[in-house]
């Protein structure tokens, strides 16, 4: 998993499957995008306007734990 953030356009960007494919955005919010890859699987999470959403103090610098 991949989180980077765009502070220019204020965009957060969760990748779960770092394969390249064909994807299909699905906006489920006014400012979420969820990217379906292949099978129809979720292959990542757009937020826009990610700082008037969440608390990117909270987030930034991401760490990934593996379980």
Known sequence: M???YDSKNDLLYIRIDPRKQQ???I???EN???DIG???KLVGIE???A???LDLSQILPA???TF
């Open 32 to 34: 979420i995008v969820l």
């Open 51 to 53: 700082s008037k959403t």
């Open 63 to 65: 760490t990934v734990e």
């Open 23 to 25: 994807l299909e955005n």
């Open 2 to 4: 991949k989180i980077t």
């Open 47 to 49: 937020i826009l306007d």
């Open 27 to 29: 906006r489920v919010k």
């Open 38 to 40: 292949e099978d129809d």
